[in-house]
């Protein structure tokens, strides 16, 4: 588990292979992800939009921005969690993710919190963070 925090907003994220997705014949390797955000601070705060930079093992990196996440800008109060999971392919069976969420509070202050970087290995790759 990968973890911070930010404006007293938790992320922990949870990457794991998919070898059922998976086709390493053809480069394509898939990895799930479940992320768990927790509003530990006094005040409500809802995220607006994201933010990734995805790498392989080639150094070859993407970036994701949208609205929300998985078709949802969730409100938290404090003391509250959201959690999804989603998911990303590779070419390699390696490589890392980080990013950020932009998040608004109830008095209108906008702030960007950190999704830790975490690391996409193959079984076979061992773990290591890129």
Do not use: C
């Not at 608004?104 to 970087?117: H, Q, R, Y």
């Amino acid at each position: 588990m990968y973890t911070a925090t930010t404006h007293a907003i938790k992320v922990s994220v949870q990457p794991q292979y998919m070898p059922d997705q998976s086709d390493p014949a053809k480069s394509q390797y898939v990895w799930a992800y479940q992320v768990r955000i927790e509003n530990q601070g006094a005040e409500a705060v809802q995220l607006r939009s994201r933010s990734w930079r995805i790498t392989d093992g080639l150094g070859q990196t993407r970036e994701v921005k949208g609205p929300g996440v998985v078709g949802k800008t969730p409100l938290l109060q404090p003391g509250e969690v959201f959690e999804y999971t989603s998911g990303t392919p590779l070419s390699t069976s390696s490589g890392i993710m980080g990013g950020s969420y932009q998040m608004v509070s109830a008095s209108g202050e906008k702030f960007d919190i950190e999704i830790p970087t975490f690391s996409l290995d193959t079984p076979s790759a061992g773990r290591r963070l890129n």
